[in-house]
């Protein structure tokens, strides 16, 4: 049986807006095993940014964790006091935010910024946490004599490697990285996911990658979650949530993105029509407007079918996945639904 480090379980985050409450995250469900790369990975909006921010609790001041669980290691992150939380970021859980630069204080060199993280939280001298930068600047395949640098005077790759040398600094059980590879060229994204799955292999680290492209998670993920619309529609290994998806918003995604290996062959068919507003969601499935095998039946809320062990899929049709995938393949079945 593989052993989970976090469980999250009918996770609801509402935000106030005005007099209305908006539910972002509206009953997500899922696991992340020990020693894992994750791909949590959705449209802009769908919630997956939501949920990242979620499980360290660092969220907007609108917004309210109203139902379900994070249990980590033990503990319902959910319900911890927040002078206990506190203890667990950095420590135990770290994020790696999507710009480096804006997460990186301009006025202070390198050096003083990853040093203040480990006195402060990591309880070393001035000389071991001296030491421990080194180590991490060398970890991430950066020249320990930039330390004296300022973050300007980084390339975007490299100011991305250094907040990956931020987020290990006190060798946490978990990394969640918040669309890390986004503002780079493709060849400096490839450089940075070659180098976190190596970082992960070596430590056995596990990490939540939060992203919109599913060509990334392909590439470097154990395991996917997708989202749509805040809730998650479907779960599983690589090999049985995307080489075999049986969700078609998962279908949908596979034939969107191009394969970041460089693949140049087959047709991008885009998902036609925009994720719903989340204030007045559509009754049933959430997909079903955009949905090319929608039937009557998807104005009702769909069930979580187990497909496979470890497979859980949001989809009154999850048990014909196999005849759908085929016509999924064909561009014409989803420009008929435009």
């Known amino acids: ?14 935000y106030q807006v005005g007099r209305n409450f908006v ?20 449209e802009s909006g769908c919630g997956k940014t939501t949920v990242a921010r979620a499980l360290t609790r660092v969220i907007a001041e609108n917004a309210t964790i109203s139902g379900g669980q994070i249990l980590f290691d033990g503990k319902d992150l959910a319900k911890i006091p927040e002078r206990e939380m506190n203890a667990l970021r950095w420590r135990d859980i770290a994020f790696v935010p999507q710009s480096a630069m804006n997460s990186l204080d301009p006025v202070y ?26 180590e991490l600047f060398d970890m991430v395949g950066i020249d320990p004599g930039r330390l004296s640098d300022y973050p300007h005077q980084f390339s975007g790759g490299m100011r991305q490697r250094v907040a990956i040398a931020l987020a290990l600094a ?8 918040d669309e890390p590879v986004t503002a780079l060229d493709v060849i400096v994204q490839r450089q940075i996911l070659d180098q976190l799955k190596e970082l992960q292999t070596r430590l056995g680290v596990s990490v939540i990658l939060v992203t919109h492209d599913i060509s990334v998670v392909a590439y470097i993920c154990d395991r996917t979650v997708v989202m749509y619309a805040g809730k998650v529609a479907e779960s599983g290994t690589m090999q049985s949530a995307l080489t075999a998806p049986s969700h078609p918003y998962t ?5 969107a993105f191009p394969d970041l290996q460089g693949a140049a062959s087959g047709v991008l068919t885009p998902i036609e029509g925009a994720p719903p507003n989340l204030a007045n969601p ?6 079903r407007p955009r949905c090319p095998f929608a039937l009557d039946a998807c104005g ?24 759908l995938r085929i016509e999924a393949a064909k561009t014409e079945t989803w420009m008929a639904r435009a």
């Open 1 to 14: 049986m593989t052993e989970h480090l976090l469980s999250v379980r009918d996770l609801r985050v509402s």
């Open 23 to 42: 539910h972002a995250v509206d009953g997500a469900s899922f696991d992340i095993p020990k020693g894992s790369i994750t791909g949590l990975v959705g």
């Open 109 to 134: 060199t390198v050096e003083y910024q990853l040093g203040e993280v480990l006195r402060r939280r990591g309880g070393m001298n001035r000389a071991q946490a001296r030491k421990r930068s080194e």
């Open 170 to 177: 006190l060798d946490p059980k978990l990394i969640i990285a």
């Open 251 to 255: 279908m949908g995604l596979r034939n």
């Open 282 to 287: 559509p009754a049933g499935c959430r997909f």
């Open 300 to 323: 009702t809320e769909p069930p979580v079918v187990d497909v496979a062990p470890g497979h859980p899929v949001l989809c009154h049709r999850a048990r014909e996945s196999a005849s």
